[in-house]
C-alpha cells in the first residue's frame, strides 16, 4: 500500500461522519414527479364533480379556437394554435394535477360543528375519486396551522378526514397535507408527533402521512439568532416533509408591504423564495410559488389582462427554477399550462441537441459537464411529464427513451 493509500484510507476515517450527514441530508431527486401547479378549493365547495367542473369552466374560458388566448398573450398565430391544441387536451386529460381541499383562509373560521360535516363530506367525495380513478394526481388537505388559537381545530379536521379516507383506502402516496403559517422548527418536530399518533390511531403504516411547510411569515425564513430556519425546518421533518410553498399575500403583509403592492415578484417575495430554494436545494424537498389574486373574471379585456399577469408570472416563476405555483381560480388553468407549456417547448430544441451530443460523444457547440446535462435532461423530463412534449420527441431529438432521459437527470428509479 502507498502512502497514498493510506492517506486516503486516513481521510476515509476522519471524513466518514461528514460524508453521512452529507449523503442524509442531501440525498437529490425523490424519483417522484413535480406537479406544475397545486390548485386550492375551499372544504365546502369541493365534492367529487370539482375537477370536472374545474375543467368545463377553463375550456369554456379558453374557448374552441385560439383567438383569445392568442390575442391576450400577443402570440404569433402558429403558436397560439399549436398551445390552443396542447391546453385543450390537457383539459380533457388532466385538468388539475395537484388539489388541495382548504380548511384554512379559503374556508375561515365556522362553528365546529361545520367544519366537522365539511372534513366528512370533503373526505368522503376525495374517496369517491380516489375509488372511481378520477381523483388528480396529487391531493390532499390544508389544516388550520398549529398556532395555539387554531390548534384544536387543525387537528381535529386532520383527523376527521384521515378517519374517513382510511377504510375506503384511499390514502394513497399522492395525498399530501399542507401545514400553514409554521412559526418555528418545534412547530415541524410537533407536526411529526401529530402524524405518528393519527397513523397509529387509524393503524396506517409508520411514515405514510407526509406534509408540506408553508412559508408565509418572516419566521420561518430569519429566526429571532440570524439563521434561517426553513433550513432546520426541512432538517426536523425528515422524510415527511415534500415541499415548501411560498404564501404570497400573508408573508408580504408580515413584512409591511402596502396591498396593492404584494405579489409573487415584489422583491422580498423573491429574497424568501430565494432563501427556501436554497435550503431545498438537493434534499428532494419541492419548491412552489405562490398565486396571484388578480382573478380572470369579468369583461373580456379584464380577463385578458388578468391572463397577461398570470402567464408573466408563470413564466416568471419557471426562468427562476421555481417549477411549482398555485391557482386559485379555472379560468387561471389556460394561462397556467400555456406559460408552462411555452417554457418546455421553446428550448426543446436546443436541448435536445445538446443531449444527443452529450449522449454520442457529438458537437452541439456547448462544452456541456455532467451537472449541465442533468440540468438539460431535467428540464425535458419535466416537460414530458406535464404534457409539453411528447414521448416520440423526445426519442426523436435525443435518442433516448422516458428511462433513458430519467437516469440522465439523475432521478432515481422507484421501487
Known sequence: ????????GELDRLLAAADAELAALYPGDRGVRQPVHTVYVPADRFDAGTVREWAEQAKTALGETPKDLSEALDLPTDLGAELHRRVRAKLDREPIEDLRIDFEDGYGIRPDEHEDAAAIDAARALAKTVSDGTATPYHGLRIKSLEAPSRRRGLRTLDLFVRELTPAGALT????ITLPKVTSVEQVEAMLLVLTTIEQAHDLPAGSLRFEIQVETPQAILGPDGS???ARMIRAGGDRVTGLHYGTYDYSASLGVAAAY???DHPVADHAKDVMQLAAAGTGVFVSDGSTNVLPIGEREAVHAAWRLHFSLVRRSLARGIYQGW???PAQLPTRYAATY???????????????????GGNSGYLDEPATAAALAGYVLRGLECGAVDPAEVDQ????DTAGLAKLARRPVRS
Open 397 to 400: 431529438l435525443i435518442g433516448v
Open 342 to 360: 411555452l417554457f418546455y417547448r421553446e428550448g426543446l430544441d436546443t436541448a435536445g441537441a445538446r443531449l444527443r451530443a452529450y449522449v454520442s
Open 262 to 264: 404584494q405579489s409573487m
Open 173 to 176: 402516496d399522492s395525498f399530501v
Open 228 to 230: 434561517a430556519l426553513i
Open 327 to 329: 391557482d386559485m381560480h
Open 1 to 8: 500500500m502507498t502512502h497514498v493509500d493510506d492517506l486516503a
